[in-house]
């Protein structure tokens, strides 16, 4: 059975920063791309962040230079460090666990956050 269990979302303040973790159990790690999401109310679930396995990183423009995605392919866990957060990064944010060649996508439940002062 295949689980993403997402932790460290909360409240926090305008400016301040939070760690996001992805634990994964059930699936070979090191062979998936692992992605961030996040959907805010009444908006369509955007693409954060992507760790593919072959190394490389993508970010959307709205969070490079604030976020930064980090995997642990020996703890089975991938990272968000989100910095100088805003009131429009205010989300729940999922983790995504995706293969291209054979089409499996695996989500966790999501977990809060929410900026505002």
């Known amino acids: 059975q295949v689980q993403l269990v997402e932790s460290g979302g909360g409240l926090v303040q305008p400016g301040g920063s939070l760690r996001l973790s992805c634990a994964a159990s059930?699936?070979?790690?090191?062979?998936?791309?692992m992605d961030w999401y996040r959907q805010a109310p009444g908006k369509q679930r955007e693409l954060v962040a992507r760790?593919?396995?072959?190394?490389?990183?993508v970010y959307t423009d709205s969070v490079k230079g604030r976020f930064t995605i980090s995997r642990d392919n020996a703890k089975n866990t991938v990272y968000l460090q989100m910095h100088s957060l805003k009131p429009e990064d205010t989300a729940v944010y999922f983790c995504?666990?995706?293969?291209?060649?054979?089409?499996?996508?695996?989500w966790g439940q999501g977990t809060q956050v929410t900026v505002s002062s």
């Open positions: 059930g699936i070979i790690f090191s062979d998936y791309n």
């Open positions: 760790f593919t396995t072959s190394g490389s990183t």
């Open positions: 995504n666990a995706n293969q291209k060649f054979t089409k499996r996508t695996y």
